[in-house]
């Protein structure tokens, strides 16, 4: 019997800070290119593929396990069946406004705690043309840097002729016991001891890095406790919300973006996060309310994270000026050191008393904290397939705590940018005109840049003064001169 898996603290926060109106999945939903010849996208061979990889990655047959003394634990479900976790939409194929609401149901229902915690639902085909979806949810407690890559291996693959690989029999692991799991967390808890005092230990032996690493941390828990001591401001994005969920899409080339990056000297996440804040200014607009700057909560990939808290300046009425500020903003966290000590800050979050942690999981996941997440991921520049069906499009799903309605999610993937808005449209009814909003928003930084970059071309006419000037502006003179006399 193998040894037990306790979450980490960031994973068990995520368990923590779930309430049946806040549900703590992050998911996806897929377009696909039916091939020529198919009808529809086979469920069944989506699932014989998933269900030969699974071996790859064990962590998609194992559900949670209390532990007496520390952090659930990962154990494998001897009750385990895949037509549980993949199944198909039944039904007339769906226009893509249906798929809109299809998804949206799908993501408004809970995870099932006593079973391994993710589902998959295949749409065969749209009404509208020859393409098919596929949407997923999988836990955010489980979905750390390493699951992610597994969840991709498990469903997507690098060619539509791709073999299906051989099936594997799987036997679940006899189910570990209270005193197992009790042990094991004392063993895990005097393993991470050890590391940290090693890791103290090697510090003593470089007194230089020492010294960088300690003001580095001492600078981002300076700042990090500057945040929780200075709310986010009052934002009409904090609302009571409820279970219902509607995700809001759209696509767009990812030249467009890199065009003003390029004009502008900035990267990628800052244009980004500058189509988000203008993007917000008009939907503040909608809902009555004064643009008022939010703070963002911005997060990477997975679980191995670094997070940052940032002004988005949704106040500003000039597109090109919002991004100079983003882009000045995201610089300084860099330099602060803040970004990276985040990391070793959500470790030692992981050595606080049981009460101390859940206490600090709710406060990080309040409205305090910050007003809305965007969470920008490049995602893979290469085509993926399923089942033989080019995947066309993928929009991220990134949850929402209580007292937030709406997460943002930006999944650069092939030659497009997705962006993805995850609401409570009961909370924010003018949820519908986000897509719209956000392609407005990139089009203002577009003729934004294209006027400023007129503007900044040096003028054909010479400099005042020279001997180039005099012959240039000779020959109107003597015109202008000639013609008097006829006047």
Known sequence: MRWVQRLSALD????????????????????????????????????????????????????????????????DDPGFRLHRHVREIEGAPPTRAQLDVIAGQFLSVQLDRTRPLWEIAVVPRLADDRRAAILGKVHHSMVDGIAAVELGMLLFDLAPDAALPARVDWEPERAAGPLQLAAGSVVDGAIEQFRAA???????????????????????????????????????????????????????????????????????????????????????????????????????????????????????????????VIHGVTQELKRSGRIAGSEVILRGAGQLPGFLKERAARMAASPRMYNVTVSNVPGPRVKLYATGCEVEAIYPVIPITEGHALAIGVLTYGDAVHFACYVDPEALAAAPALAKLIEGSVTDLEQAARGAKRADQPSRNPPSGSPEEGRRRAPPARARARRAPAT
């Open 12 to 75: 068990s926060s995520f368990l923590t800070v779930e309430t049946s109106v806040a549900h703590m999945h992050v998911g996806w939903l897929s377009t696909l290119l039916l091939p020529c010849g198919s009808e529809a996208l086979d469920a069944q061979s989506l699932a014989k593929r998933i269900a030969a990889r699974l071996h790859l990655a064990p962590r998609f047959r194992q559900r949670l396990a209390a532990s007496p003394l520390g952090e659930p634990a990962w154990v």
């Open 198 to 324: 090693r890791r103290v230990a090697s510090l003593g032996m470089a007194p230089k890095k020492t010294i960088r690493i300690a003001e580095t941390m001492r600078r981002a828990a300076l700042q990090v406790a500057e945040d929780v001591i200075n709310p986010a401001p009052p934002s009409f994005l904090n609302r009571d919300i409820g279970p219902t969920r509607a995700l809001v899409c759209e696509r767009m080339p990812v030249d467009r973006l890199l065009r003003i990056k390029e004009a502008r000297g900035v990267k990628l996440n800052d244009v980004v996060l500058a189509v988000v804040s203008g993007a917000l200014r008009r939907f503040a607009v909608l809902h009555d309310e004064e643009p008022k700057s939010v703070r963002g909560e911005g997060e990477s990939s997975g679980n191995q994270i670094t997070f940052a808290f940032l002004d988005l300046p949704i106040s500003e009425k000039r597109p090109l000026r919002r991004l100079s």
